[in-house]
């Protein structure tokens, strides 16, 4: 606090420095007025000046600053203008007349996107301390004249020509970057996006050549303008998602991330269409996900991780009760560390496993553990006479279904202990070896314990959630054995809470909101992705987040040269835990099968089920026509309800009754087809 008093008397004299300098400029709408005075346009502005109208044009509302040489020609063009056009005395500049010009003007197709109305996660800073710290938002799409757009329509002049100057303009000029989301996080860098055209001008080639690796060779010459200008690349090197840095000093960071459009940054399975929109647009659609998720860093499994780690970062300062010095330590309840997953959790490839079994063996359930999503087809011969009278099957799906599951879950937050006859007990999060195959499932249901949804054989690894369902059904529970995890806690609260927000936000902007009735939920979301198609490309985006960022929990090894039994890169986060990944997939699994059994208990039985959609046979072509009410015509408590929030569902299709029988004659998954599409395959 001392040095608050010299740092604020610093401030003013380099504010007054300013001034007698003649550095500091007329307010925008004087800007306006003097050169509308003069009867300039801003094309002549822009000519005279070597810019081009959208700089000048960005200038006048306020939204960017001139800089250098420039700034100099321009204020003195302004200093002209004003002994030429004095104004009236009279005349003062009201605060309507500052915004009169704004940026929702500015920039055709690209209106600043306003707030959500609810549900959004409060910053730990204010909104003004963040606009200080990054005045021009979280990113930019930079388009091959030099123009940068961000987010709300503010236009920025870029002249670099090549990547390297990119990364120095970015840095030093540009005003971009978003706060951290956690108080112990870091700030986001600033992200570029490049269009096609922008690409081009700063020396990269139009495709990739390199079509496994997706990266440019070492000896190219952007590679070797970086090394020289003394930037480094990530070990994942020059390719889509390049991220540029140098070694922080004195706890600075600089990293600059770009996502290259035409290299496919932007996976048309995540971002849909928007590689296709114009610079403005695609800037608001990121920077939309940015302010909602997080500022994009990679592939939408890699935002899913990035978001985990920024909302619960590994560290925290630590004071030394000893010296009374500070120290960076771990920080509870977040994944501090990378730990080796027990044996009947890794994936084949894995070395616990290759140094456990000889090569090419065959893991059985007892052996490996098997938590994946439901993919299973009722037999045609058990539909019912009353079923076969029902003309439809309707197909309902879960809204966020993994996110959903996320929420309140307890995981384990350290490395397995080994445990021999253990005793199950709910709160313990892990896998335990124990035979669940005596276990009666009436068979128009699918058996719970098993993806298929078929009887186990035996004895089998089940992660807590599905061995807890057992419980919950009345059975008794004799594990053999389990890899058990006490330190443990809700590290996915956090991340769950972000994305249910994101995603409420975005329906919302599509017409689609909490408390609607019923009636209301289905018409809104019959039509909710031609409500607004920027914002469903977001919607889009928001899923792909949830589906990606759990199946990155256990990811795979990459690239024709590896081999079984060696460690791969992904090994060494402390976020590559398949356990997690498991426990989230198994309470997923099981929350729709005790919605199933409750449906069940109302005479109705699913004819198939993949993922977070099930498809039921009904009178009717809509959801209401055959989801159960009480006496009092509300919907049955603990059973499938329909709404926007996540957990509850919504119409994923129909089919008729004859198209259904087909799919399950031929063993195909009506579930998969119902859409019309593949479209419930993806899970989410």
Known sequence: MTDQPQELLAAVDSLLAAV????????????????????????????????????????ETGRAEPKGERREAYRRLLDGLAQRHPAPASSTVT?????????????????????????????KESTSDARSLFPNGPLAVLDGDGTAYCPGGTLLDCPATTIAQLVDWTLQESGLGAQRLHRHGKDSDPLIVLTAQAAERLGLPAQLEDRRGLRLADDHLVVRQLARAKWKLTRRGFGPWPRIYRPAQDGRRQCVQLAIVPWGALDARTWGSADQLPAPELAQVLGDYAARVIVPRGSAAVCGLELMTALRPPTCPVKDDATGTWTSGPNPGALAQSVDPAPPEAPDEHPVVTARYPRGHQRTPAEVLDEEAFEWIRDPEQLTDDECVKPFAVGIDINMAFAAAANRLTVGLGAPV???????????????????????????????????GQRPDGPAWYATPTVAYAAELGHTIRPLEAWLRPESGPYLDAWYTR???????????????QGMSEPDFLAAMAQHQQADPAQAIVLSAIKATVKGGIGKLRERPQGAGYRPGERWPALERPTWRPDI??????????????????????????????????????????????LPRTP??????????????????????????????????????PARHIKGTDAAASGE
């Open 499 to 513: 994305l249910r927000d994101a995603y409420l936000a975005t329906m919302e902007r599509l017409g689609v909101t």
């Open 95 to 123: 605060p309507a007349a500052r915004h009169e010009r704004s940026p929702a003007h500015s920039v055709q197709g690209a209106p600043p996107s306003p707030p959500p109305k609810a549900h959004t996660v409060q910053p």
């Open 632 to 669: 009092e015509g509300k919907p049955l408590p603990g059973g499938f309800r329909l709404g926007v929030s996540p957990g509850m569902v919504k119409h994923e299709g129909t089919q008729s009754l004859m198209w259904a029988v087909k799919m399950l004659d031929e063993g195909h998954n």
């Open 581 to 626: 990944r498991a426990a989230v997939i198994a309470a997923a699994r099981i929350n729709m099968h005790r919605k199933m059994l409750k449906l069940a208990s109302a005479g109705l039985f699913p004819i198939a089920v993949l993922s977070d959609c099930a498809v039921y046979l009904s009178d009717g072509p809509s959801p209401l026509d055959f």
């Open 418 to 452: 080994h445990a021999t006859t253990p005793v199950f007990a709910k709160a313990v999060p892990g896998s335990w070896l124990v035979d669940l195959s005596h276990i009666d499932v009436d068979p128009r249901l699918p058996n719970p314990f098993t993806p298929h």
């Open 20 to 59: 007698d300098n003649g550095t500091v400029l007329p307010l925008p709408a004087e800007r306006v007025r003097l050169r509308e005075a003069a009867g300039l346009t801003q094309a002549a502005v822009a000519q005279a000046l070597g810019t081009r109208v959208p700089s000048v044009e960005a200038w």
